[in-house]
């Protein structure tokens, strides 16, 4: 699986790529990231890519142009087009779910996720190309960098091998939104916690039950 990032701030994924799952995923090479900064698409003598918006409105906008050619040089890489997917991040956009990563995962090899910041980005570079409006939730953020970061996490789940042992799946199994691990009881402000006694039972079926009930 191939995640193609076009991002003006790259660095803000070192970080969470470093580390733990996705980190092993690309050393393992079940997943493979690259980044395409606008930046390097642009004409202007400072890499300018941000203008004032038509119509007036606070902030700055940015260009279209840019943002398509980076596009434009990852699908030049790829053969099978077919298997390509354009991902717009937009509050307006369609609600990223983990059907919708399990499904699209079946579907496709390479996903080019286009990361917004600013007022946006030109709407005219929509227009350019096939792409889908996604949304991870109902609010507004800095930019698109979180819901690619999302967007990468959970899709990579979905890839064979990434997380090693199918039963890591939550979303294949019975699973509780409450979990518990040692010491089986412990004291803090002289109140005393305990972990639930049907996790204690070792009876399985009613463990299953109690944990579909929650």
């Not at 980190?23 to 004032?52: C, G, L």
């Not at 996790?199 to 079926?205: D, N």
Request: with cysteine; charged share 30%.
């Amino acid at each position: 699986m191939n995640f193609h990032i076009i991002t003006l701030f790259p660095g803000a994924f070192d970080s969470y790529l470093g580390e733990s799952i996705l980190s092993r995923a690309i050393e393992d090479k079940k997943i493979k990231v690259t980044f395409h900064n606008p930046r390097d698409y642009s004409d202007d003598k400072w890499k300018r890519v941000d203008q004032k918006p038509y119509a007036g409105g606070p902030g700055m906008v940015i260009q279209a142009l840019p943002v398509a050619k980076a596009v434009e040089k990852v699908l030049s890489k790829i053969k099978n087009k077919k298997k390509v997917k354009i991902i717009f991040f937009s509050p307006a956009g369609k609600e990223f779910n983990t059907t919708y990563a399990k499904t699209n995962v079946k579907k496709y090899t390479d996903f080019i996720l286009i990361c917004g910041r600013y007022e946006g980005i030109d709407a005219r570079v929509k227009k350019m190309f096939k792409m889908e409006e996604v949304s991870v939730g109902p609010f507004v953020l800095t930019g698109g960098e979180l819901p690619a970061m999302i967007f990468m996490d959970s899709v990579s789940r979905q890839v064979k091998g990434v997380l090693g042992n199918f039963d890591s799946l939550e979303e294949e199994r019975i699973s509780s939104h409450d979990v518990y691990t040692r010491p089986e009881v412990f004291e803090y402000k002289k109140k005393k916690y305990r972990v639930p006694k049907i996790l204690l039972s070792g009876h399985h079926k009613n463990i299953e039950a109690w944990k579909k009930n929650k």
